[in-house]
């Protein structure tokens, strides 16, 4: 039977595994799903009488993390797909992840996502696996973020975003455009470079990570028009450049709000140089 202390209230609707734990102050409303091992350490709410909620395997809540309220959405007319929690993951003090505005799709949290302090994840956000959210750190609505990703502390995501596999987000850092996979967010809607010790972790062999470098700085360093980056980087990929360019070029070919480059300036005398608007 789960454990539920005296001071906690838990609806009858709520589905608990056999060794769920729920620590002191918690209140868990509606329509829950709480998967074995799931630990409450205490003053949780889960708020399944907006939408419903389903939380993993393993999982872990730490004082005054919430799951499940309202989308911070003026529009949201009560009709909510609700959140979905993967197994194994940590949301730690203070952190909150909001339902969402869809009844067909809900937020998502994948497997091993890390939430540490105050981190936030808004309506119909989807996060795949092993999310990193440091202290912090917010996404706003409608954003989607790859695998492995890690975002640092107080970096914040505009509404509709991309984050593609493998970013490290530096702290205090904000993006309104897409980032493409593999890159390092270093300032404001600036990527600086290739996240190299995330590559090199993962195995990614050394004569691959020298052609990344190279699409990198042919394609990525300075703006330049989309279709310009995107059939270079397939060029590139053809060329022997191996699938993580090709996957690059995939993500950046279905980018709607435009994404975030290197430091460079573009050549004299270019189109984007009259957009950026150099002489």
Not at 16 to 40: E, K, M, S, W
Not at 100 to 121: E, I, Q, R
Not at 181 to 205: A, D, H, K, W, Y
């Amino acid at each position: 039977m789960p454990t539920i202390h005296p001071s906690s209230s838990v609806a009858k609707s709520c589905e608990l595994a056999d060794d769920v734990i729920i620590g002191p102050h918690c209140v868990v409303a509606g329509r829950v799903t709480l998967g074995p091992g799931v630990r409450l350490a205490g003053s949780n709410y889960i708020a399944g009488d907006v939408g419903p909620v389903w939380i993993g395997a393993r999982t872990r809540l730490w004082p005054h993390a919430c799951v499940g309220y309202e989308p911070q959405d003026y529009k949201f007319n009560g009709v909510t797909g609700g959140v979905v929690v993967g197994e194994d993951c940590m949301l730690r003090e203070g952190a909150t992840v909001h339902a969402s505005t869809k009844a067909d799709k809900p937020t998502v949290l994948g497997n091993k996502v890390f939430m540490m302090v105050n981190a936030h994840v808004a309506h119909d956000c989807v996060l795949k696996d092993r999310v990193v959210m440091v202290n912090g750190s917010a996404l706003a609505g409608h954003c989607e973020v790859g695998f492995d990703v890690t975002l640092g502390g107080n970096a914040v995501i505009h509404q509709f975003c991309r984050i593609g596999r493998m970013v490290m987000m530096s702290g205090d850092c904000a993006v309104n455009k897409d980032v493409p996979p593999f890159c390092i967010v270093s300032e404001r809607n600036r990527i600086g470079g290739l996240n190299l010790v995330g590559l090199r972790r993962t195995g990614v062999p050394r004569d691959q990570i020298t052609v990344m470098g190279r699409a990198f700085k042919e394609y990525l360093y300075r703006p330049m028009l989309r279709e310009e980056v995107v059939s270079g980087l397939r060029r590139l990929a053809a060329e022997g450049g191996g699938p993580l360019v090709s996957e690059m070029a995939d993500f950046l070919a279905l980018a709607q709000r435009g994404f975030v480059t290197g430091f460079g300036k573009p050549p004299r005398g270019s189109i984007r140089a009259g957009i950026e608007g150099e002489e």
